[in-house]
């Protein structure tokens, strides 16, 4: 039997779409103060997770809410079980859209909406791939579960608690990254480092907030400071900013001035793609005399956080040949003149080195700075997937029939669900030479590439399973 397997998705386009666009209006953002027994992470992502199983029930897909943290849909029987991990929960959107970003538009054939290609696109791509596969009744031999996540953005606990109670897969993939295919994954390990509050005569530093997750450069930051005129500023702002790549501001207020940068959010995954707004605006206060705990946690993210994702500053650049190198991103900075600060980096680090090694050149730099590093308990191990792998032959296969495009597979910083599996990868759902949107205002997919990708993922699927 001869599939034309995008023709056939074509036909399904409307009926995507219009489920696509019912994910996308749901603000999935973890909000755990707005959380409850029955929804931990908050309303948002317990309303996408019941959402996208009540599409799979009235499909006819059997489904399994596991406790309003995870669930999955399930098709087909037999001995072995192929996964596909996807997620329901977004980042929160930030500023600098030009539309509402839980109000899906389409533009220029584009699909405009927070979560549209960071997972509800992809996810929803490989869900209309495995519906394709009941609907035409294909023999199988082999079970199907895709595996929906709300804390993937977070800590994975949906994840952890999902397999405390079921089993993993015995292989399978993820659609949460790019074609044609990635079988390897960094490691993924946090640290805070803790500063200690107070200023010292003069210019006073009051508070500063940079971020929102570690895992994004952050984009926004603002400082108010006080004991400096206005008027002097803006003038070192000025000349401050004149030949770099951010937009700022300064303004007074009740007696204090509020100093604003602009920058440009990223994955954390490669911190080059932003500008970090965190950084440039502690750079900038560094011409400031402030003492203390204040100048401490300023000379720390000017000195040594500033362009330094290789973590050149403290004599740790490392780079594996299969994996590549070692990266750090600056994520989230909060300081209060009379609490102290904190500065959340996350590092995403190859084969050859490790958490240890990370914390220990972080510690001979903090205690120059009179600041502790602490471990915020997160740690993956670096995730790899031989591509002699039947399953990655398998889907780097379909891959090049499908686009005619040679298939081969890259290691990424981005960790994906597909690390979860011993025999897992992740697979698209975004295209070569695509822009990357992911974790940014103005986030999109391409319609063209939504329906792409959910034809490779129905053929992709098939073949596993057959």
């Known amino acids: 039997m001869q599939i034309e397997w995008q023709k056939e998705i074509s036909q399904r386009k409307d009926a995507l779409l219009a489920d696509l666009t019912e994910m996308l209006k749901i603000e999935s953002v973890r909000n ?35 406790d309003g ?174 030949d770099k790549p951010i937009e700022v501001e300064a303004l007074e207020q009740n007696e204090r001035i509020e100093i604003s940068v602009i920058g440009r959010a990223a994955h954390a995954q490669e911190p080059k793609n932003g500008e970090n707004a965190g950084t440039y605006l502690a750079l900038f206060l560094k011409q400031i005399e402030l003492g203390s705990g204040a100048e401490q946690f300023i000379d720390f993210a000017a000195d040594y956080l500033h362009e330094d994702s290789r973590m050149d500053n403290f004599g740790l650049h490392f780079s594996d ?52 590093v602490n471990t915020t308990g997160k740690l993956q191990e670096p995730h790899y997937v031989s591509i002699e792998d039947p399953l990655v032959k398998t889907l780097l296969g379909v891959y090049e029939r499908q686009t005619g495009n040679k298939g081969y597979g890259m290691v990424v910083g981005g960790g994906t669900y597909g690390r979860l599996m011993k025999r897992g990868v992740a697979f698209g759902a975004m295209f070569p030479g695509t822009p990357d949107t992911m974790h940014q205002a103005n986030e999109y997919m391409l319609i063209e590439d939504i329906l792409k990708a959910a034809a490779i993922y129905a053929e992709a699927i098939y073949e596993l399973i057959k």
Not at 195 to 200: A, C, E, P, T
Not at 326 to 352: C, D, Y
Request: hydrophobic share 40%; proline share 5%.
């Open 32 to 66: 755990e103060k707005l959380g409850s027994k029955n929804a931990p992470f908050g309303p948002g992502p317990r309303a996408a997770l019941d959402k996208f199983l009540e599409i799979g029930k009235r499909d006819g897909f059997a489904v399994l809410n596991v």
């Open 69 to 242: 943290i995870a669930g999955h849909l399930e098709y087909g029987t037999g001995i072995e079980t192929m996964g596909i991990l996807a997620h329901v929960d977004v980042m929160p959107a930030g500023k600098g859209w030009d539309t509402d970003p839980f109000e899906p538009i389409i533009k220029d054939g584009k699909l405009f909406a927070r979560g549209s290609s960071d997972d509800k696109g992809p996810g929803m791509a490989a869900y209309y791939g495995l519906k394709l596969i009941k609907e035409l009744g294909l023999p199988t031999s082999k079970k199907v579960r895709m595996i929906i996540g709300t804390d993937e953005e977070s800590g994975w606990r949906c994840m952890t608690h999902y397999f405390e109670k079921m089993p993993l897969p015995d292989f399978g993939f993820s659609p949460d990254a790019f074609f044609p295919l990635i079988n390897g994954e960094k490691g993924n390990v946090s640290f805070n480092v803790d500063f200690q509050g107070g200023n010292g005569a003069g210019a006073k530093l009051l508070d500063f907030s940079a971020g929102l997750r570690e895992n994004m450069v952050p984009r926004d930051a603002i400082a108010h400071i006080s004991g400096i005129e206005l008027k002097e500023i803006k003038e070192l702002l000025t000349e401050f900013a004149d």
């Open 321 to 372: 040949k299969t994996m590549g190198d070692l990266t750090m991103n600056a994520g989230i900075f909060n300081f209060a003149a009379a609490q102290g600060g904190r500065v959340t980096l996350n590092f995403r680090f190859p084969k050859g080195i490790g958490a240890s090694q990370i914390e220990e050149a972080l510690a001979k730099v903090a205690t120059k700075v009179n600041a502790q």
